[in-house]
């Protein structure tokens, strides 16, 4: 088993395949490193492909004050990993909570960053939502430590923006309900309070987004409705940026739309790693209905 080590002593675990430029891939709150199987295997065909459980997360220690837990300490525990494994720059997938960690990351190493695949990002940045977002993560770590991981699942896993994987792939939804279930409860907890209830809104960014100039590629599920206009808000904002949305999705992107998600994010990253992923063309502007001389 590998473990990386954050800056504060938490062992990291890590798991890692195939040849290639690197990529990691970061996983959101409701996931583990597990959820990105379908990803592993497609992309280490080509790539050396690595995954890893973040803090609260066994086989990651899980530390017991909430004070370890953070949107910066996040960017960092990704840092920690590459560092353990030895890669320079990589290509950063995140999804949700992985999503936003590849943003900062993005944000606070660009130089380490080939580009960022920034997925389902979008929960509580809606200003008009922050403090109702606050309160759910505040509720919904009391609801993991009142009634344990196992049975708060049974809740969890059923959200309106989870019920879509299950229509659709009721055999993988249940794999994800089930790990979900296995959660470290105190995990859980400390990163809803600490990281999801604490994070900044995506909107607040806009100054630094402007200026970031790594590759990204944003996607989001047209039925995941609170990510849906911070998606497009990304898109405006980062200059070398492009919108993937899938239709009659939720929230589980990975997983819900395997062949979709693996087929895009490769044609971006190909893109990517070719120069030909650009900022967008100043004569594209928004003002411009259509060209009349």
């Known amino acids: 088993m590998s473990y990386a080590k954050s800056?504060?002593?938490?062992?990291?675990?890590?798991?890692e395949a195939g040849e290639g430029t690197p990529i990691v891939f970061v996983h959101e709150f409701g996931g583990t490193h597990r959820s990105w199987e379908p990803q592993m295997?497609?992309?280490?065909?080509a790539h050396r492909c690595i995954t890893f459980a973040a803090r609260g997360y066994p086989p990651s220690d899980v530390p017991e004050s909430v004070d370890r837990y953070s949107q910066a300490i996040a960017v960092a525990d990704i840092v920690a990993v590459l560092d353990a494994?030895?890669?320079d720059r990589a290509h950063v997938v995140g999804l949700s909570m992985g999503g936003f960690a590849a943003l900062h990351f993005g944000l606070e190493h660009a130089a380490r960053a080939l580009s960022l695949v920034v997925a389902g990002a979008g929960y509580g940045a809606e200003k008009q939502f922050e403090a109702y977002f606050r309160n759910v993560s505040l509720e919904v770590a009391?609801?993991?430590?009142?009634q344990g991981s196992e049975q708060f699942a049974k809740t969890y896993s059923l959200g309106a923006s989870r019920v879509q994987f299950q229509n659709k792939d009721p055999r993988g939804w249940r794999e994800f309900a089930d790990l979900l279930g296995q959660h470290s409860a105190?995990?859980?907890?400390?990163?809803?309070?600490g990281v999801q209830a604490r994070r900044p809104s995506i909107y607040d960014l806009e100054e630094r987004l402007r200026a970031m100039s790594v590759p990204?590629?944003?996607?989001?599920?047209?039925?995941?409705?609170h990510c849906l206009q911070p998606a497009i808000f990304m898109k405006k904002?980062?200059?070398?940026?492009?919108?993937?949305?899938?239709?009659k999705t939720g929230h589980t992107l990975n997983l819900e739309e395997p062949e979709h998600f693996n087929r895009f994010v490769g044609e971006f990253i190909a893109l990517a790693e070719a120069g030909r992923w650009t900022p967008r063309d100043s004569r594209?502007?928004?003002a411009q209905i259509m060209k009349t001389q």
């Open 186 to 193: 105190v995990g859980a907890a400390n990163t809803m309070r």
């Open 237 to 247: 904002t980062i200059p070398a940026c492009g919108l993937l949305v899938l239709p």
């Open 142 to 146: 009391k609801q993991f430590e009142e």
């Open 85 to 87: 494994a030895g890669v």
């Open 216 to 225: 990204t590629l944003v996607v989001v599920g047209d039925e995941d409705d």
């Open 284 to 286: 594209a502007t928004s």
């Open 41 to 45: 295997r497609g992309f280490a065909r």
């Open 7 to 15: 800056t504060d002593g938490t062992r990291l675990y890590y798991e």
